[in-house]
């Protein structure tokens, strides 16, 4: 499965929201709170094995759909070639 | 002590319901054990055989005007527990309410800006069967669905689907029940 | 010209309106003179500013230097608050800040509040934890929530938000919601609105 759709299977079964567009935003369409979150990110940290800093715990990376994957994507490009 | 004189003299329910006044309904054979501190001029409604322990901490019902706090029939609540309303809460039948937990449909404050002002309160519902750990703590849009449990110490806003475990902090599924 | 004694509706009416007038202006001002009083009497150890007003039982104990500023206001509830400031520690609590029933602030080195800081009911604060003494710094207009544990040597910035039930062993920047066991630090852009939160 792709990146994409692990994230999107995870917010569809987790948080119970109906279809959303990639690029809609999580806080201003209302479809993840803020303890949501927090389960989002430990999500992408255990199943990515990734570790994301609190300082990359911002809009730019997590605010919708598409711009977590890029994020994802970009942490493991970096991951692998270090 | 004085509750377990009380029930050997049969004067439990009596003094459960004495305990009891300021809710607007008690159903059959109410049993508490400790002080339970009702508060705010919301209603109160209470079911049939519920059961407050607050033998080791005091519980707390906060019904705030126009709120509604509905405790189903077959319920336990141990101590520590405070269930706050400004909309609604309901408890389901046989759901079972571990030490310390904090139940609140409404956040209080704005997470930014005016810290003086009200959030929207969204209603917070447990259904059947459902056990909550002591000191997990249910917040605003919490749904517990039928035979959920959530383990001790966990932080919920969301909706938890039947049957399911969840427990850590951040909450993640620990268990999906089987198939019967 | 209208007689000088009320119709029976008419002082009803009065004395209605003038019952909820005592309820809704006398009895909270009398309330709040009362726990002024009450925790000028419990504060009788701190160093203390203006109009500090205790609503609930507070265990208070300052053997060390503890200031508390203007106008703070410690909550009753189910349990009593509680304040330990013990040998040689500091503890400074700022202006205005908001303590509910059930929070305990413990001071053995130093601790220092904010400004405008609200915590809730059983927060705990405490700069030792059996192993380490370090000092606790919580800045202003910092927002603790139900339940949530500060361990030794955070600190906690301006207008952040400890979410209700986490455990904070590391610092959190300001302008950020800490959540979890252990707490992690998120900006609040990514949760709340300006100005309005959620």
Same mark, same amino acid.
């Given at each position: ?40 990110? +430990? ?37 692998? +070639?270090? | 002590? #004085? /509750? ?63 709120? #509604? ?6 319920? $336990? ?7 706050? /309303? ?7 039948? #046989?759901?079972? @309410? ?21 959030? #929207? ?9 459902? $056990? ?11 749904? @517990?669905?039928?035979? /959920? ?21 951040? /909450? ?9 | ?11 009803? !009416?009065?004395?209605?309106? %003038? ?78 800040? !908001?303590?509910?029933?059930?929070? %305990? ?6 601790? !220092? ?12 604060? %405490? ?48 302008? %950020? ?22």
């Amino acid at each position: 499965m792709s990146t994409r759709d692990t994230l999107r299977t995870f917010i569809v079964d987790t948080f119970f929201v109906d279809d959303f567009a990639d690029d809609d935003s999580f806080l201003r369409k209302g479809l993840i709170d803020s303890t949501g979150m927090m389960e989002l990110v +430990a999500f992408i940290e255990t199943e990515f094995h990734i570790k994301l800093d609190d300082k990359e715990l911002v809009p730019e990376n997590l605010d919708s759909l598409s711009r977590v994957v890029a994020f994802v994507d970009r942490k493991q490009s970096l991951a692998k +070639a270090s | 002590m #004085r /509750a377990p004189l009380m029930m050997m003299l049969g004067l439990g329910p009596a003094v459960a319901r004495l305990k009891l006044r300021r809710c607007g309904s008690v159903g059959a054979t109410p049993t508490v054990w400790g002080r339970v501190w009702i508060h705010g001029e919301g209603e109160i409604v209470i079911g049939d055989r519920v059961v407050f322990d607050a033998r080791m901490a005091p519980i707390e019902l906060h019904a705030q005007q126009g709120g #509604r706090i509905v405790i189903q029939d077959d319920v $336990t609540i141990e101590g520590g527990s405070s269930i706050e /309303a400004q909309s609604c809460v309901t408890l389901g039948a #046989r759901s079972h @309410l571990g030490m310390w937990c904090k139940l609140m449909d409404n956040m209080y404050h704005p997470v930014r800006g005016n810290r003086h002002e009200r959030p #929207r309160s969204v209603p917070l519902m447990v259904e059947e069967g459902v $056990t909550v750990g002591s000191r997990s703590i249910l917040l605003p849009g919490a749904h @517990l669905q039928k035979g /959920a449990s959530v383990a001790s110490g966990t932080v919920i806003s969301r909706r938890i689907p039947p049957g399911v475990t969840v427990g850590g902090s951040p /909450a993640r599924v620990l268990r999906r029940e089987v198939a019967r | 010209m209208k007689p000088a004694i009320p119709s029976r509706e008419e002082a009803l !009416q009065l004395a209605r309106a %003038s019952l909820q007038m005592v309820r809704t202006e006398v009895f909270p001002r009398a309330e709040r003179m009362v726990a002024v009083a009450r925790a000028r009497w419990m504060f009788r150890a701190f160093r203390m500013g203006r109009d500090v007003a205790a609503y609930g039982p507070v265990s208070a104990r300052n053997d060390g230097h503890a200031e508390l500023g203007d106008k703070l206001t410690f909550l009753g509830g189910m349990l009593p608050t509680s304040v330990v400031c013990y040998e040689h520690a500091r503890l400074l609590v700022g202006n205005e800040t !908001q303590f509910n029933y059930g929070a %305990s602030v413990e001071a053995w080195e130093s601790v !220092q509040i904010g400004a405008r800081c609200m915590f809730a009911s059983f927060v705990r604060v %405490s700069d030792r934890d059996g192993q380490r003494i370090a000092p606790i710094i919580i800045e202003d207009d910092v927002w603790v929530a139900h339940g949530a544990i500060l361990l030794p040597g955070v600190r906690i910035g301006a207008r952040s938000v400890v979410s209700a039930g986490s455990i904070v062993s590391q610092d959190v920047p300001p302008d %950020s919601l800490a959540m979890g066991n252990p707490a992690r630090s998120m900006s609040l852009d990514l949760v709340a609105r300006d100005a309005t939160g959620t």
